[in-house]
């Protein structure tokens, strides 16, 4: 691989990652409008939700199955358009099946499209030679903050969806399919402890441990994007206006934790930042769960985003590790755990809540995130420590 080559994929990805960022945030968080425009029962929305990971679980254990035969890049490369297409379809429809149809046709795609850009990544980063996955993953962030930005526009303006979803998709699925052009794949690693025998196979028993760490990022994450706002209006009686607050600090935080993650892992290795990670993401939630005003609650969140942050993009890199010949199998069952962690996540929180208190709710996810911290000698099965004096040998040098 030339150094161009992996320079231009490095970048072609992020813009992948972005663009589904801008594409994830503009569904979610129009979900009230979605509900309104093909009159879904609160009864019936659930359904709907709980629909979309779950497929999107099944398009990416039918991605590890695909890449056997067809490249990460190639997957990717039709799995964007039809995600942006679908989320149009979203906007477009008028009956409830049309509703249906397009969200399980989003959720099937943007499991194919996860695993790929994952995959995509991790291979990079070994042909890198240093840590860049987190780098990826704040475009992710970025794209969500653009894309939120853009659905507030959308009700602010009382613009329908079609007519607010349109003129992004027609900006960004031509960006998409030219960046494209230049996404790399990867080749296979060297020989590494969680390989089976014959070379290649992916040992659950060895991946379990990020497979846990997967679902309680995912699970703290929701907890967030679901109840925050719910939690600072309810618990801490803040203003309507302030509490969409804290999600959007969340995100900036978690921006700020992925833009400059990678060079902590640079300098003091996967295993230290992902404690250190889980550590201060659990002091968020202590903080929140002891909040007795709305500003202390959003401190909470805001440390939170930044302690999170690190988290899911270096348990991506730690199976690429773990599995240097089979890394984008080990990426597609691993990347099903984001979804199972998205899935219990909200409703176990609210069922709590409910049951018991809100505050009480917020310690649940403040515990399996420490959780991490024991789990955190997996991140560091190989020489993670890329880039300054910690680089392993390479035969690229990328810059």
Not at 48 to 76: D, H, M, Q, R
Not at 114 to 128: E, F, I, K, T, W
Not at 161 to 173: E, G, K, Q, R, T
Request: aromatic share 10%; net charge positive.
């Amino acid at each position: 691989m030339t150094d161009a080559r992996v320079r231009r994929g490095r970048g072609s990805l992020a813009v992948a990652f972005f663009v589904q960022g801008v594409t994830f945030a503009l569904l979610v968080t129009r979900i009230p409008a979605i509900q309104d425009r093909y009159g879904i029962s609160d009864g019936l929305l659930p359904v709907f939700l709980a629909a979309v990971p779950i497929l999107a679980g099944v398009g990416s254990v039918a991605t590890e199955k695909l890449v056997a035969t067809v490249p990460p890049s190639v997957v990717l490369r039709w799995a964007q358009p039809v995600v942006l297409l679908a989320l149009l379809g979203v906007g477009a429809g008028s009956q409830l099946w049309h509703v249906g149809v397009a969200l399980g046709v989003f959720g099937l795609a943007v499991g194919a499209l996860d695993a790929s850009m994952n995959m995509l990544g991790v291979s990079l980063q070994r042909a890198y030679g240093r840590s860049i996955m987190l780098g990826f993953h704040a475009a992710y962030s970025l794209g969500g903050i653009a894309g939120a930005s853009l659905a507030w526009a959308g009700a602010h303006w009382h613009l329908s969806l079609f007519v607010s979803y349109l003129p992004v998709v027609a900006l960004l699925l031509p960006l998409a399919l030219a960046g494209s052009r230049w996404y790399v794949d990867g080749e296979p690693g060297g020989d590494g402890a969680g390989e089976a025998a014959g070379g290649g196979g992916v040992a659950f028993k060895l991946l379990l441990p990020l497979c846990f760490v997967m679902t309680f990022a995912y699970i703290g994450d929701s907890t967030v994007s679901n109840w925050s706002a719910k939690y600072l209006q309810d618990v801490l009686h803040s203003s309507e206006e302030l509490a969409t607050v804290p999600y959007n600090a969340y995100m900036v935080t978690t921006l700020l934790g992925r833009a400059v993650g990678d060079l902590g892992v640079r300098r003091f290795g996967a295993v230290a930042v992902v404690r250190a990670g889980a550590v201060l993401a659990a002091l968020g939630f202590a903080v929140v769960a002891g909040a007795q005003g709305a500003w202390v609650g959003m401190a909470g969140f805001t440390v939170l985003g930044l302690g999170l942050s690190v988290v899911v993009p270096q348990t991506f890199a730690a199976a690429g590790r773990l599995f240097p010949g089979a890394s984008d199998a080990a990426v597609a069952r691993l990347n099903v755990f984001n979804y199972v962690g998205f899935l219990i996540g909200s409703p176990l929180v609210g069922a709590l809540g409910d049951a018991w208190s809100y505050r009480g709710a917020m310690m649940v996810p403040m515990v399996l995130v420490l959780v991490t911290v024991v789990y955190a000698t997996s991140f560091g099965v190989r020489a993670d420590r890329y880039g300054g004096g910690h680089e392993r040998p390479r035969t690229v040098d990328v810059g």
